[in-house]
């Protein structure tokens, strides 16, 4: 069972208009939940991060944001889904093909579920990964349809034999393609700042609690590629993700490829609550 146009439907009925808004320009949002042990984590907050994504392209959701979880929650259920992913994208809808709005939009949301195992390869062994020209638009705080950058970075990665792209933005560390970025030295842990050049992710906010909880010096302040380099440990964050360890930037080598010990509590803590 799929959600599409607004409705519940088997996922072979659903078509594609050709002049959707979010096929023909990405005007639209989304969202990607995690579900562990048949619970949707951090819900509220990711459901949050939607209702704010659209309100930042004036999308107006074509259901109450009571409707859109009570469904959301329904559509889990009803696929069973224990562990894996749930994808939302609410669209501007179909309209006559020209820039601007159309004169009467109506939204579209569509959402599926998605089995799959948590990342154990990444979180116990880490990741390499490549620095590049964070090449995207000034509103990355937005979670638009719009991937095109990650896309092509992501790719780069992948044909590197690695598995993140992190961007820099005039040699200031902004995020990964599809993760945020934390690099740790001594007691300080430090991410890009929450403004409109990352995403703020959900595991981000939930990483920097834990932290604060460890007693870490968290900062939330730009630092640079060479900060990046020198690090004691690095790691990234996202849904899918969740805490990997960062162990080498292209001919880098970071906490002498190993996961280090603080990433290594984060993950247990981080572990704590997922399960929670
Ligand atoms: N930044 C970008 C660009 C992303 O695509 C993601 C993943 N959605 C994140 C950060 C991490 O966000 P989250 O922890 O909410 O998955």
Redesign the pocket.
Known sequence: MIIFQNRFMDREEAKVDMEDRGYQFGDGVY??F?IYDGALFDFD??LD?LVSSAQKIRIELPLSLNEIKKMLMGLVKENSLVNGTLYVQVTRGVANRTHHFPEHPKALLTAYTKQSERPFETTNKGIQTILMDDI?WLR?DI?SIN?LP?VLAKQTAKEQGCKEAI?HRDGIVT??????VFIINGNDLQTHPANNL?????????IIGLASGLGLNVKEKPYGVEDLLASDEVFV?????EVSPVIGIDSTVIADGQPGPVTRKLQERFEGRVLG
């Open positions: 969202e990607v995690r907050n990711h991060r995207r990355c979670k991937l990650n961007f995020e990964g393609s599809s993760s945020n990352i995403l703020n992710g959900i595991t981000r906010r939930n964050t996202s849904t899918t993700l």
